[in-house]
């Protein structure tokens, strides 16, 4: 596609659930990211991949969030047991160089509220 | 990872040109200095990077100190679209990991 495309948009929830967040890069970019971003403040690193290999998961939260990207392209974002304060707009981010000058391109973000 | 100081806001006029500081007094020498602006309800947006030189644009201009201890971003023409937070990030040359801070809001009056 043209952009970083993420679903949903927007995901209520209640507390204890399970939810699956889903990025799908610009074709053919290497680099996946995944932030986190609460109200008024800056994007908070989660996570990325180079290929299906995640290079980098010191940024989730705790041992409910987890990522994937089986085969280099579409990523998913899995927060087991979802508790209110995981409430927050959660972003995509793709690159198309394996080295730290190629530009992110983000998506729109998945908006996840908690119940 | 290296850290950024940036004011919390700035206010600027239309048509006017902004300035906005970066301060990095502990980067590296492989840290390249990268520039991200997140408009209202947007995903941030790449704006400028580089390492030693000054860079141009079709968006900003980016001037490094010579001892590379700070930077500054320069819009040259402000407009009403270009209200937005701006974030300054330090990114090594051998990390692909992008750490945003709190940014600069930068507020343009018409």
């Known amino acids: 596609g043209a952009g970083v495309s993420q679903s949903p948009r927007y995901k209520v929830t209640k507390r204890g659930q399970d939810v699956a967040l889903r990025c799908d890069p610009i074709s053919g970019h290497v680099s996946l990211y995944w932030y986190r971003q609460a109200l008024g403040q800056g994007p908070e690193f989660l996570t990325y991949?180079?290929?299906?290999?995640?290079?980098?998961k010191s940024g989730l939260p705790n041992d409910r969030f987890s990522a994937e990207r089986p085969e280099g392209s579409i990523s998913t974002l899995t927060i087991q047991r979802t508790e209110q304060r995981d409430s927050a707009m959660y972003r995509c981010?793709?690159?198309?160089?394996?080295?730290?000058?190629?530009?992110?391109?983000f998506g729109e973000g998945s908006r996840l509220t908690v119940l | 990872d290296a850290k950024t100081t940036q004011p919390n806001s700035m206010e600027s006029n239309e048509e006017e040109p902004v300035h906005l500081p970066c301060n990095h007094s502990t980067i590296s020498g492989t840290d390249y200095i990268h520039w991200y602006r997140q408009l209202p309800s947007q995903g941030p947006e790449y704006v400028i990077h580089g390492l030693t030189s000054n860079v141009n644009n079709r968006m900003a201009s980016l001037a490094i100190a010579e001892d590379r201890k700070s930077s500054t971003l320069i819009l040259h023409r402000a407009t009403l679209r270009d209200a937005a937070v701006y974030y300054c990030i330090l990114r090594p040359e051998y990390g692909n990991k992008l750490v945003f801070g709190a940014g600069t809001i930068l507020r343009v009056k018409s």
């Open positions: 981010a793709s690159s198309n160089l394996y080295r730290t000058t190629g530009e992110l391109f």
């Open positions: 991949f180079n290929y299906e290999a995640q290079q980098d």
